[in-house]
């Protein structure tokens, strides 16, 4: 039984197998949406069966049906009695969303904008199994899964300012390379600075609307039609074959026939199993920020090629496939709890430490990308996210056509057509492609991050608008 309990605010009530309630944070017309995939509510009920999960099992305002949790799940656990699991964090391990802003403005670009989306579709490979320049033997392979960017920095891909601007500082202490089995490595191998497939994108944006000037000019994000991009990708498929390995792992050790959904295979936090997991998905994290940082390299050579003497600079780096223990409020007593998070954005506000030093009295910078033709947000953290989501807030638009059904019923021409309406130029590695990303598969962008912004679990800063856009 799921009802509205306040604007924007819906309860699944406590029922049968349930530890918590479940709370989904969506406006009527999201949740219409919602309703309709047939099993997001479902998958939160699940969630909240899980061994130590705390206070409640919530769904983002992007939400749709996922691996285990559903994609835009958040759940925080005990760390005594809690369980960890690879459904909550997502295939794509460290999957997230990286903002550079440069002091070139549209007028500029616009000259130069079919050269250089050219000139990056050469640099950055995109597709499935795309290799790149980057491809590392064994002991460098696994420096970036234990360094993260240390080791970027170290070899002269990025700046020391490059790594104080993104989460973590781009390196999650406790990565362990030995946890990574011998094949997620070969598939990662030759993978580090690719695109990949799927919703992956790396588009051109400008700064069309700025909702909150202090802030935004916190950010980097200094007039409109100032141009910025933002990539879209993850740990490849490194990650995903991680992800499957601790899924075998899982349902071998503990099974799953005491769950609520297979897809649900999970280890108590603090055994051998769920320690060894933690450090693997740490591992596949750091590979996926040098993997967004090998990308910003390659997008700097090539807008110095056209602008020499222009700056190409990372505003924030943000994973939206993780688990993290995290310090958060409870029944008015402050607890360390895993917090995971499949497909939603941290959402700290100012003071926390977790947040590099130029933004902490600010709030954590967050991104919402929307779907080629469509517009992106900036958004800040708020206290009343840490409240209300345990520090969460949407990842992007979410789904609401499935793939198949795109595939078979949007057409290439009437896309590009959409696109070339909003002047919006692609690149894409395919039809298909393009087909399964089309801003129609998607819901409105716009209602999602108004919704965010209303119960205030992140608060508006800015909107971008795709100029450029280069898919897989």
Known sequence: MVKKIAENIWEIEKEGKMNVPGVILASDVLMDNIKKDGKTMEQVKNV??????????????????GYGFCIGGVAAFDLEKGI???????????????????????????FKRRA????????????????????????????????????????????????????????????DASKVSIRARARGRGQLGTLGSGNHFLEIQE??????????KAFGLTDKEQIVILIHSGSRGLGHQTASDYIMKMEKEYGFKHLPDRELACAPINSQLGKDYRAAMSAAAN????????????VRKSFEKFFPKKEVKVVYDIAHNIAKFEEHEVDGQKCTLCVHRKGATRSFGPGRIEIPKVYRKIGQPIFIPGSMG?????????????????ASTAHGAGRVLSRSYAIKNLRPEVVRGELEKYDVIIKAGSAKGMLEEAPAAY?????????????GIGNLVARLKPLAVMKG
């Open 48 to 65: 909240a069966a899980l061994s130590g999960i705390v206070e409640k099992s919530i769904a983002m305002p992007d939400a749709h049906q």
């Open 84 to 110: 960890i699991s690879p459904g909550g964090v997502g295939y794509d391990i460290g999957c997230g969303v990286r903002l550079l802003a440069t002091n070139i403005t549209k007028k500029d670009f616009m």
């Open 116 to 175: 250089i989306l050219d000139d990056l579709y050469k640099r950055i490979p995109s597709g499935v199994g795309k290799d790149s320049e980057f491809k590392l033997e064994d002991k460098e392979l696994d420096r970036v899964l234990n360094e993260g960017m240390d080791w970027a920095v170290d070899k002269g891909y990025a700046t020391k300012e490059d790594k104080d601007r993104m989460e973590d500082s781009g390196y999650i202490e406790g990565a």
């Open 207 to 216: 700064v069309e609307t700025i909702f909150d000037e202090r802030t935004a």
């Open 287 to 298: 590979f996926a920020f040098v993997n967004r940082q090998l990308m910003t390299y390659q």
């Open 374 to 390: 469509t517009y992106s947000y900036v958004l800040v953290g708020t206290k009343k996210a840490e409240e209300l989501s345990f």
């Open 443 to 455: 819901k409105d962008i716009n209602e999602v991050a108004r919704v965010s912004h209303d119960l």
